[in-house]
């Protein structure tokens, strides 16, 4: 196993070498396991010690080699590498238990999961589901799309036809697969054809009927929550449906079966576990570009129907020319409420009722901004005000707040003594604050106290139910050195951007993960003096 690390370390070294750009004394090549495979970044130094930028162009597979034959010896689930050469042919390779992953952006530093089998439930997943009967009929929606058919047919001067229908046998099964059935109006529709086929393009709002096997496959890559990392969930908030409660508050559920598509990442599909206000087969917008959660469409695919014929009698509709004409909808689906989320320097006197995110885009370090407007605002549920000082939290004590940002301002924390909604809290103050009130609030799992000068951090070790963690390498060692880490962390995060690797790995070691001892390697290679090391 030696052996073949030494020489796969070789045939990177060489790449390297060839690569360098003129008058290069040095070249560090990092690389770390991540989400989408390896991620790998390098530096040279040059002559006169300016550093630049060193890319890797030589094979992965080389690099992944070499990783997965140092994690097989060692046991580790993830391995980091530091490869360094110089011109002379001298080269080492350093490699660690990757227990820790750097940050970059807004919140730099270092992260350490602790628990990885734990994740932040989605808020819809404990909604309560409607229980009014569905809004469909089979009858109805089957009549519809004929009329919808000989609409475009006379727009278009062609006739679309659809593929055969499927039988009442292979809806069974998919039935069975998925675990519930299609709603009634779906169901008709798919026992009189199996999708919109390659003939009518953009059938259900510009989007494509999909195959009954596709749904299923669809909604099989939809039915488990995304996890993309801590740093992108920590304090996430889906935002509600317009109407409030219809729709559950999440990105993916395994009741969500996508019908149509574009091939974009985006469905229309039919919910059939809908919240309290929702009815089962409404039809709603769901995928990559739903980034603030689902929306709704309709109550129904007979709805949807009937919203496509009336568009097409207002002749909302253009006819596009392509290998094969098709209708494209001038007005398609709406778009969230343009009153649901507040982007601004600050919050106005007035404030719609259905606001549910307010982000402070403007800094203003002087100017306390008053929060008593927002009580006008009983679903808001996301709170960005960082950029500027509050120093009264009290209008938030009966707001069903969620994600709070904020920049405290010589106020306290009283306010959000056990505070029944609030989940996340990324705090800054201006003085020393006492966190005690925190320790009531039933639902914060996450914390990032990296920018606020706390009374008594050690307080935390009463927070029972805190599941991340973010502070500044002197506020965890004052935990660390009291043995005062919250006890059901599962995640935390060094909020120091200029920390070295070994730094974090000794933080990741106090913490209790195993860190172990790195494996190291050094040779020299023969070099020919001109192109880098000889092969």
Known sequence: MAELIEQGVARVVRTIAA???????????????????????GECVLSDATPRPLYFAGRFQDLSDVTAAVGTAHGWERTRLEIRCRPSGEYSLVASHDVVSRLHGERPGFLAVLDHGYRLSPAGYAQNEGTAGPAGDPELALARLRAYLERRAEILGRSE??????????????????????????????????????????????????????????????????????????DAVVLDADPPGTVRRCHEHPAWLPFATADDGNYLAVDMSPAHAGLPGQVIEIGRDYYD??????DSVTSLLARYLDLLDRGAYEVEEDDVDYIDFV?????????????????????????????????????????????????????????????????????????????????????????PHLSSLDLAT??????????????????????ATVQDLTVLADFPHLRYLALTGSQWAVLLNEDKV????????????????????????RLGLPVGASYVISGTLASDGDTGYTR
């Open 161 to 234: 036809t659809l593929p055969p229908p499927v039988t009442e046998a292979a809806l069974a099964d998919a039935e069975r697969r998925l675990g519930r059935p299609l709603p009634a109006d779906l169901r008709a529709l798919y026992l009189a054809a199996d999708g919109s086929g390659d003939d009518a393009c953009g059938l259900f709002g510009n989007l494509s009927w999909m195959p009954l096997a596709r749904l299923v496959g669809a909604n099989a890559d939809l039915r488990e929550p995304v996890w993309t990392g801590w740093e992108n969930h920590w």
């Open 430 to 451: 201006t003085a020393p604050a006492d966190i005690t009130p925190l320790r009531t609030a039933p639902n914060l799992r996450c914390l990032d106290l990296s920018q």
């Open 331 to 419: 007005e398609g689906p709406r778009e969230p409420g343009s009153d649901q989320e507040l982007r601004s320097g600050g919050i106005p006197h007035t404030v719609s009722p259905d606001l549910q995110a307010v982000l402070i885009q403007v800094n203003a370090p002087t100017s306390p901004m008053d929060l008593t407007p927002l009580a006008a605002a009983p679903h808001v549920q996301k709170l960005e005000l960082k950029r500027r000082p509050v120093t009264d939290l009290t209008p938030l004590r009966n707001l069903p707040v969620e994600s709070l940002a904020v920049s405290l301002h010589g106020g306290d924390l009283a306010p959000l003594e056990g505070h």
């Open 19 to 41: 690569n360098a750009p003129e008058g290069w004394t040095e070249a560090v090549l990092v690389s770390t396991e991540g989400l989408s495979g390896l991620g790998v970044s």
């Open 486 to 509: 919250p006890p059901s962390l599962a995640a935390a995060r060094l909020a120091e951007r200029d920390a070295s690797h070994a730094e974090a790995l000794s933080w990741a070691a």
């Open 293 to 298: 959660g689902p929306l709704y469409l309709c």
